[in-house]
C-alpha cells in the first residue's frame, strides 16, 4: 500500500510534493523517443497577464524536445501542452527581476477556474470548464532559469524569435508610513 501522501487523489502536503507528483505523472505521459530538456517552476499568467503579480511560481513547467507542457498551481487537472511546432510568435518582457514569455500558438482545450456566478459585472463563486487558449503567459522568476532557457532555444530552433516588450515604467515607492516626518502644529 502506497503511503498516505502518494495515493492518487490524495492531499499532498508540500510544494515539493506537488512538483514531484507533476514531475512524474508528466514523464510517464511522454511520447516514444520524446526527450526531456528542462523542467522548473513558473506561473502561469496567462488570465492576468501582469507577470508582477505572478505569485510564488506554483505552476510546473516541462520543456520537451517537442513540446511545452505545464501545470497550473500544480494540479494535475489543469494540466496543459502545446506542440512546440504549433507556436507561431513568442514575445519576452522583463519586468524588475521578473521574466514573462508570452506565447501564441494555436488553440488548445483546457480546464481552468472561472467564476461560479456572474451577474452583470460581479463575479464570484469557484467551478471549473474548459476554456480554449490561443496564447499563454508564462512568469518566470528570472530570465536564466533552466526552464526559460530551454524553451527560448528550442523556439530559436523552430525559426521563432522572440519580440522583445518595453516593460512599463514602474511606479515608484512611498517611503513607509513610520519613516515620514509630519509637521505637527505645536512645531
Same mark, same amino acid.
Given at each position: 500500500?502506497?503511503?498516505?501522501? +502518494? +495515493?492518487?487523489?490524495?492531499?499532498? =502536503? =508540500?510544494? *515539493?510534493?506537488?512538483?514531484?507528483?507533476?514531475?512524474?505523472?508528466?514523464?510517464?505521459?511522454?511520447?516514444? @523517443?520524446?526527450?526531456?530538456?528542462?523542467?522548473?517552476?513558473?506561473?502561469?499568467? !496567462?488570465?492576468?497577464?501582469?507577470?508582477?503579480?505572478? @505569485?510564488?511560481?506554483?505552476?510546473?513547467?516541462?520543456?520537451?524536445?517537442?513540446?511545452? /507542457?505545464?501545470?497550473?498551481? =500544480?494540479?494535475? +487537472?489543469?494540466?496543459?501542452? &502545446?506542440?512546440?511546432?504549433?507556436?507561431?510568435?513568442?514575445?519576452?518582457?522583463?519586468?524588475?527581476?521578473?521574466?514573462?514569455?508570452?506565447?501564441?500558438?494555436?488553440?488548445?482545450?483546457?480546464?481552468?477556474? &472561472? %467564476?461560479?456566478?456572474?451577474?452583470?459585472?460581479? +463575479?464570484?463563486?469557484?467551478?471549473?470548464?474548459?476554456?480554449?487558449?490561443?496564447?499563454?503567459?508564462?512568469?518566470?522568476?528570472?530570465?536564466?532559469?533552466?526552464?526559460?532557457?530551454?524553451? $527560448?532555444? $528550442?523556439?530559436?530552433?523552430?525559426?521563432?524569435? %522572440? !519580440?522583445?516588450?518595453? =516593460? %512599463?515604467? /514602474? *511606479? %515608484?515607492?512611498?517611503?513607509?508610513?513610520?519613516?515620514?516626518?509630519?509637521?505637527?502644529?505645536?512645531?
Amino acid at each position: 500500500m502506497a503511503p498516505a501522501g +502518494r +495515493r492518487y487523489g490524495a492531499r499532498v =502536503s =508540500s510544494l *515539493k510534493e506537488l512538483l514531484e507528483t507533476c514531475d512524474v505523472n508528466l514523464r510517464a505521459r511522454l511520447l516514444p @523517443g520524446e526527450v526531456v530538456i528542462a523542467v522548473g517552476r513558473c506561473e502561469d499568467v !496567462t488570465e492576468g497577464g501582469d507577470p508582477d503579480r505572478g @505569485g510564488a511560481g506554483w505552476t510546473f513547467v516541462m520543456v520537451t524536445d517537442r513540446r511545452l /507542457r505545464w501545470v497550473p498551481r =500544480s494540479l494535475l +487537472r489543469y494540466e496543459s501542452e &502545446v506542440d512546440l511546432d504549433e507556436i507561431t510568435d513568442a514575445f519576452d518582457q522583463m519586468s524588475a527581476h521578473r521574466f514573462a514569455m508570452t506565447l501564441d500558438h494555436t488553440p488548445i482545450r483546457a480546464w481552468r477556474d &472561472v %467564476p461560479a456566478h456572474r451577474f452583470m459585472t460581479f +463575479r464570484w463563486g469557484n467551478a471549473t470548464a474548459v476554456r480554449t487558449l490561443g496564447r499563454t503567459t508564462l512568469a518566470f522568476s528570472r530570465g536564466d532559469t533552466e526552464a526559460a532557457r530551454a524553451l $527560448q532555444e $528550442q523556439l530559436a530552433l523552430r525559426g521563432v524569435v %522572440p !519580440t522583445v516588450v518595453p =516593460s %512599463p515604467p /514602474r *511606479k %515608484p515607492r512611498e517611503p513607509p508610513r513610520y519613516l515620514i516626518l509630519r509637521r505637527t502644529e505645536d512645531q
